[in-house]
């Protein structure tokens, strides 16, 4: 077999064929690397209920919440602050690397 990937749909794994990948994704399994972390999720043949959904859903909105009232505006500006600070230290930087006119006439 080549190019073999593992798959997991509850408490059960299979090595199946990269060709084949899709076709078990549509079933509901998971694609999954050697250490059990998900690869790709699957695209199909699960069922979530009402209380999964709606948990999701409270999450969700918290989290859009909590973005909206978030200090980003304080954090735009110390991101503009630092940036104008790596350019002014790249300039320095820059200038350092130029040879001196006392070591170009040494030469």
Do not use: C, H, W
Request: glycine share 6%; proline share 1%.
């Amino acid at each position: 077999m080549s190019n073999v990937v593992k798959i997991r749909k509850g408490n059960r794994i299979l090595n199946v064929e990269e060709s084949r990948l899709s076709s078990f994704l549509n079933q509901g399994y998971d694609q999954i690397d050697d250490n059990g972390t998900i690869v790709k999720r699957a695209t199909g043949g699960r069922n979530v209920t009402v209380a999964e959904l709606n948990e999701v859903i409270e999450a969700k909105e918290l989290l859009e919440e909590q973005l909206a009232n978030s200090d980003s505006a304080e954090l735009l500006k110390e991101n503009k602050a630092l940036k104008t600070k790596v350019t002014k230290l790249e300039r320095e930087l820059e200038e350092l690397k130029k040879p001196t006119d006392s070591n170009a006439s040494g030469k």
